[in-house]
């Protein structure tokens, strides 16, 4: 089969490759669409250390079961499917009480680490686990289904983690993929003042069509400060970080009122430092977020309804053949560009 492989960092090529073997409890998918995650982007440069090479790498995927292993039940071959990211055990703590994010034999699809490789969805063909599949219904194109996976992260962490209530007060800190889905999923949830903060004018333009009352260039405005003139003097109750850098972790925390909540989702840097004395006297909660947790099925019932606009945020289909040129436009954050889904 042909693939995208990452041969080294900085270099994408296609390959002929064999065709993946399927397990008893696994399906063998054919691959119809493919989005380029940000997580790649920095596993494609090698920051992340979690892509090295040789890797096939893409874990946001929707396609058709080509064929289904022995002890496979209630799916077939020709079944529209996507699956979740997560490879999850099943069997431990975690996944019994249904917390499969964390579970304690996590694997991600597309990813290659110290303690792992496991291929990803840049392929003609991709092996799955039965139990992360779910169907995708008639209304929803595989270029959407594609957008499933993003877009269950941003529902994980409205209606499974955050504290948030109908007309609450809230800021988005961040507007790329992740955080434009936030606004949506917040927006849903019943909040009245709706801010997103970002340094791209054309990102936060957008976030106001997808519903932010209210957005916020941190490189020109003093955003804490700008937060609380539109939300009133005690801030929003609650933010949500969608980068993950210390500076607008920080200015998550000091956007929300004293008692309100930061619900922390990204995730780029390893560490980052605190107003730790703010956050304890102002009895400030940080909640982490990660991955989700079967959100997929609400997911896919949000687009078909058209309840999230994930078109909005697709800014390419392209073949599995531009691939590269695609990480490379990606890499230098060519203004406007925002996801890009390869076809195989």
Not at 18 to 28: K, M, N, R, T
Not at 134 to 153: C, H, K, N, T, W
Request: glycine share 10%.
């Amino acid at each position: 089969m042909k693939a995208l492989v990452l041969t080294k960092y900085g270099q994408l090529e296609m390959q002929e490759v064999p065709c993946p073997e399927i397990g008893a409890d696994e399906v063998l998918v054919r691959v119809h669409a493919c989005a380029i995650c940000g997580s790649d982007v920095h596993g494609y440069d090698g920051t992340s250390g979690r892509r090295q090479p040789p890797i096939i790498m893409g874990h946001e995927a929707a396609g058709v079961i080509e064929r289904v292993g022995s002890a496979v039940r209630g799916y077939a071959a020709g079944d529209r499917v996507t699956f979740d990211s997560t490879v999850y055990c099943g069997e431990c703590w975690y996944c019994r009480h249904g917390m499969v994010n964390l579970c304690e034999n996590r694997m991600v699809l597309g990813v290659s680490c110290d303690e792992y490789t496991n291929p990803g969805a840049m392929a003609e063909y991709v092996a799955v686990k039965a139990r992360t599949l779910y169907r995708v219904p008639d209304a929803v194109s595989f270029e959407q289904a594609a957008m499933v996976e993003p877009l269950s992260i941003a529902a994980h962490a409205v209606a499974s983690v955050a504290p948030i209530h109908v007309g609450d007060k809230a800021v988005i800190v961040g507007a790329g993929t992740i955080g434009l889905l936030l606004t949506q999923m917040v927006k849903a949830a019943g909040a009245t003042d709706l801010v997103v903060v970002d340094l791209d004018a054309q990102k936060l333009a957008l976030a106001q069509k997808l519903g932010a009352t209210a957005v916020i260039d941190a490189s020109k405005e003093d955003a804490p400060a700008r937060v609380r003139e539109i939300c009133g003097a005690r801030g929003a109750d609650i933010a949500f970080e969608a980068v993950g850098v210390a500076p607008t972790l920080r200015t998550a925390i000091k956007s929300v009122r004293l008692g309100g909540s930061v619900v922390m989702v990204g995730n780029l840097a390893k560490s980052a430092e605190i107003p730790l004395q703010k956050c304890v006297t102002q009895q400030i909660a940080l909640h982490g977020s990660c991955a989700s947790a079967g959100e997929y099925d609400i997911c896919l019932d949000l687009i078909a309804h058209h309840m999230v606009d994930v078109d909005s945020l697709i800014s390419a289909a392209a073949s599995l053949e531009e691939g590269g040129m695609w990480f490379d436009r990606l890499h230098a954050a060519e203004p406007g560009l925002i996801k890009v889904v390869l076809k195989p």
